[in-house]
């Protein structure tokens, strides 16, 4: 089992930027990845990016450039820094873990971006 916290999100203008974390129950070395999905009503969940226990890290195409994902595995915890946001990031991020062929997710959090 894995429990996740997501920190809350939040309003921002376009060209701003706002960091989520992501806090996982157990070490992050007994996780084999974890990272962020987003979805916007009516469409399915999209994965944004991801960083494997060995550290390699996978982007959407649409925020390459722009968001980072890391850890501090002492903290247990992940972030996604988020800069030069666009209207179109906005969204409920999800954080999630995946371990032993199964798939954890966070409460989700709101991240809006206005124009």
């Known amino acids: 089992q894995v429990q996740l916290v997501e920190s809350r999100g939040g309003l921002v203008r376009a060209g701003g930027s706002l960091r989520l974390s992501c806090v996982a129950s157990r070490s992050l070395s007994d996780i084999n990845a974890m990272g962020w999905y987003r979805q916007t009503p009516g469409k399915q969940r999209e994965l944004v990016t991801s960083i494997t226990s060995g550290g390699s890290t996978n982007y959407a195409d649409s925020v390459k450039g722009r968001f980072t994902i890391s850890r501090d595995s002492a903290k247990n915890t992940v972030y996604l820094q988020m800069n030069n946001l666009k209207p179109e990031d906005t969204a409920v991020y999800y954080c999630?873990?995946?371990?032993?062929?199964?798939?954890?997710w966070g409460q989700g959090t709101q991240v809006t971006v206005s124009s």
């Open positions: 999630y873990a995946y371990r032993i062929l199964r798939t954890y």
